[in-house]
Structures are given as C-alpha cells and as structure tokens.
C-alpha cells in the first residue's frame, strides 16, 4: 500500500471519497423512476411521492451544517466512516418499507446518514491535496461525481426495476457503503480544524422546523387549498421559524451557519447560484422521469436510458470547468451554466401530448450543460473562499443550499404540478359524475388515473387517460416554465455578485475575494 503521503494514496483516497459521494448523490434521484411502482405497490398519491423524495432531502439539508462542525471537532474521517454506517442501515430499511409512512421516515433516517457523510468528502478532499493545481483537480472531480451522481440515479434505478423490486433501489446502497467503509479505514487520513466550532443543535432543530413547515405548506396546498387555514399558518410558521433562525444564529457564540461569511461575495454567490441550480435539477427529473414513463410509455430502465445523455454531458463538461477557470472567471462561467439550464427547462416546458422523446432530447442535454458548468465552478468558488479550517463547514454550506434548492424545486414545481393537474382532471371529469371512491385516485397522481382507465377500459377508459395525460403535460409545463424563470433569475444574480477577477489558487486566495 502507498505511504500515508504518496500521491498514489491520494488519488487512492479521492477514488473511496468520489464512490461513496456518488452512492449519496445518486439516492436524491435514484427513486425517481420506481415513483409510477410505487404508486402500483403503495397506491401513492403525488402529494406522497413529494413528500418521499423530499424525507431525505429536507433532514440532509438541515443537518448538513452541524454535521460539518461536528466533523470538525471531532475527526473528519470519524465522522465519514460513521456516516456511512448510518447510511447502509437506512437504506436497509427503506428497502423493506410496507408503506408510504415508514417509507418516507426511512428515507428521513437516510438523510441523517448522508447529511454525517457528505461534508466530511470535501474537507477530507481539501486537507489530503494541498498542491492548487491537484486540489482544483481532485475539487472538479468531487463536483463531477456529485452531478453525475444526480443525474445517473434514474439509469441505475431503472436498471434495477427491469429485474427486482423497488425495494432494490435502496438496497443496493448497503453493500457500496460497507465496502466504503472498509476501504476508508486504511486509505483515507483523519483531519479537523485546528480551531473547530461547538456543535448548534440548537440552529439544527430550527432550520429543520422552519424548512420543513415550509415544504409542507407548499406540497399540501395543492389537496387542502392554497388559502386553507393549515397551509397559511405552515408558512407563517415555517418563515418566521426561519426568521428565528437567522436570528439565533447572529446572535450564538457559536453558530452552524456564520452569516459573517456571506459577506464573501464568492461564498454568497455561489451558494446561492448552487441553490437555483439544483431547484431546475431536482425538480424537473422528478417530473421528467413521470412524463417518459406516464406519458410516452418507457419502462423504468428505458426511462433511466433517455435521462442517459445529461449524465454523460454532466461527466464531460464538470471536470473541464473548473480548468477552465484558468482562462475565465467564476462569474461568467456560473452565469452561462444557469442561462443553459434556463434554456434547457424552457425547451422541456413546451411539451404536448404529441411530443416525442427526440422533441425534449435538446432540453435535456442543455439541462446537463449547464449544470456541469455552473455546479463545480460554483462549488470551487464557496472552498476557495474560505480558509482550511474552515473547509468543514463550507462544505457544509454548500452542500446544504444544494439541497435546500432541490428540496424546493420538488416541492415547488410538484406543487405546480400538482394543482394544475388536479384542476384541469376534475374539470374534465366534472359531466360524468364520478364515485368519490374513484375520483380520489383519479385526481391523486397521473398514474392513479392510468391504472382506473385501463380497468374501465373501452372508450370511456381511453378518454379518462387521454384527459389525465393531457392534465398532466400541462401541470410539467407550468413546473418547468417556472423553473426555468428562477434559473433566469440565478444567471442575473450570478452576474451581480460573484467576483469578475479570476481567483488565486484556493488554498491561498486571499481572505476576501476580489469585486
């Protein structure tokens, strides 16, 4: 074996680090494609398949901060081996869930997991390389696995589905994070910050109250009513939560997320920019892989297949963007990713029923595009703004804005989704007078409406999946039309904030990035 200071061991290190990254990255989308089993198995609603996931997403999100500083404290290694051990007893029982509520509390104890797991990588990363160009490389690499990670979920999980149950999307994860574990023991080296900072439990329990009551006002509008008094009083709550939040963590000695810091504007920039881009990403494959499956009748694997060409865009374009942050600068790079994305989700949002997938392929690639440029090069930006003992909790930061903004772009876009498609079916079914028994599944999820059509079958069942398809384009549409406006908005926020100068190397850059 390498000595602990090889260069060998190092990539060896990175190669433990980038798989088991990429296991994680890979359960924020690997459902996506058993969400129409999951309806068959578990009758799910839409509402449910929000909610499982977004379990996983919103407690990663919130614990990802006191995660970092804990790891820190504590022993970055410590912290990543006890993660994945976390990681493969969830995924276990998520595997062997009977039904939608221990699901999604299975995906939520995954999410603890994943949250212990990820920020450890990236500090791991950055105090195993401390040469800038090596370190750029290794950054652009953990970017490219976290993106590609992202966008093959669909492909594995469908190739699962074509021969076992949905159960095996999960329970692949065991094995990988196992073997992780017994590699990182000899390979990786342990780390922490020299001058590490008390775990805010405190500030944990309130970002997590806060963004969950938010998700839930934005995932239940579309069932209990957009002014219901419950969904009212969620937002209410979830935003002066939050508000309490920021609050508290001014105010603490030792907060989990230093509001200090974003006066860096290549912090608060990319951060924000890492947000905008995983709201477009993790939204649209939620309604992405529904639509090649519902609407134009691909099984799981085949569907995972078609999403194919924004993995290999991802694969290809992430690890020369930060190359190319030698010859351009962070701002225009982050800017033309999200221009791409916006592009991308406005081209996919013109869909109709008669659409083929050849008609939505150029969205899907631009998709892939732009988040290959803008999510590693934003990724360097947030490290390269920070001092190394601080790597911990930057990543952190980053990690937890990614998915905030993907726990949003689900919520949000299938909220949209959801409403336009509840309105338009109950319209449309609105002459035939329909049994409550059997309007609840109709109106409930696209693949609800497919399963009573073809029992009715005959015309009167060809109609009804005609009107729910229809019901359905028009919901992705409007998701994606709206998508596309807040990557449009994060291109010109990129443009404003992030620095025009082209940075030193990270480890040495100066304390305050150039305006």
């Not at 669909?154 to 992780?180: D, E, K, M, Q, Y």
């Not at 078609?306 to 962070?330: E, F, Q």
């Not at 595009?369 to 601080?390: F, I, R, Y």
């Not at 989704?417 to 109106?443: M, Q, W």
């Amino acid at each position: 074996m390498p000595a602990p200071g090889a260069p060998g061991r190092r990539w060896l290190a990175l190669a433990v680090l980038c798989v088991t990254l990429l296991m994680v990255s890979l359960d924020t989308t690997v459902l996506n494609v058993a969400l129409p089993a999951l309806v068959r198995d578990l009758q799910a609603s839409t509402t449910e398949l929000q909610w499982i996931v977004d379990a996983y997403v919103l407690v990663f999100a919130g614990l990802l901060l006191v995660a970092g500083s804990v790891a820190d404290r504590v022993g970055r290694k410590k912290v990543f081996c006890a993660g994945l051990l976390a990681f493969a007893a969830g995924s276990a029982w998520a595997a062997f869930s009977g039904s939608t509520g221990g699901l999604i509390a299975a995906r939520a104890s995954m999410g603890i997991g994943g949250a212990v797991m990820m920020p450890s990588t990236l500090s791991l990363i950055t105090s195993i390389f401390t040469d800038a160009r090596e370190r750029q490389r290794a950054i652009g690499l953990w970017a490219a696995t976290s993106g590609l990670g992202v966008a093959l979920g669909p492909i594995v999980g469908g190739a699962l589905l074509a021969r076992f149950w949905w159960g095996s999307v999960f329970l692949i994860n065991v094995p990988i994070a196992l073997a992780g574990f017994a590699c990182a023991v000899p390979l990786v080296p342990e780390s922490r910050s020299h001058a590490p900072r008390r775990p805010d439990f405190a500030g944990a329990v309130l970002s997590i109250a806060g963004l969950g009551l938010l998700l839930w006002s934005l995932i239940e509008a579309p069932v209990r009513g957009w002014t219901s008094v419950r969904v009212l009083a969620a937002a209410t709550g979830g935003a002066a939560v939050l508000v309490l939040f920021a609050l508290w963590e001014s105010r603490t000695p030792h907060p989990m997320l230093n509001l200090g810091l974003f006066r860096e504007r290549a912090l608060s920039g990319a951060v924000c920019s890492m947000a905008m881009v995983a709201f477009g990403l993790f939204g649209t494959l939620f309604l992405l892989t529904q639509f090649l499956q519902f609407s134009l009748g691909y099984s799981a694997l085949a569907a995972g297949i078609r999403v194919l060409p924004a993995a290999v865009t991802i694969a290809v374009v992430a690890p020369l963007a930060t190359l190319g942050l030698r010859v351009t600068t962070v701002r225009y790079t982050v800017a033309a990713g999200l221009a791409c994305i916006a592009g991308g989700l406005w081209q996919l949002s013109t869909a109709t029923t008669g659409s083929t997938y050849l008609s939505i392929l150029p969205g899907i690639i631009a998709l892939g595009l732009g988040v290959g440029l803008a999510m590693p090069t934003a990724t360097e930006s947030v490290m390269g703004a920070l001092p190394g003992s601080d790597t911990g909790v930057g990543a952190a930061t980053n990690g937890a804005f990614m998915q905030t903004g993907g726990a949003l772009g689900v919520a949000v876009i299938g909220s949209l989704l959801n409403t336009r498609y509840t309105g338009d079916i109950s319209a449309a079914l609105a002459p035939y007078h329909v049994p409550p028994a059997v309007l609840g599944p109709i109106r409930g999820s696209l693949g609800g409406a497919l399963e009573v059509a073809a029992r009715v079958g005959g015309s009167l069942g060809a109609e009804l999946a005609a009107a729910a398809r229809s019901a359905f384009i028009s919901g992705m549409d409007l998701g994606l039309l709206t998508a596309a406006g807040v990557a449009l908005g994060g291109c010109a926020i990129a443009l404003a904030v992030l620095p025009s100068a082209r940075r030193q190397s990270p480890r040495h850059a100066p304390r305050h990035a150039p305006r």
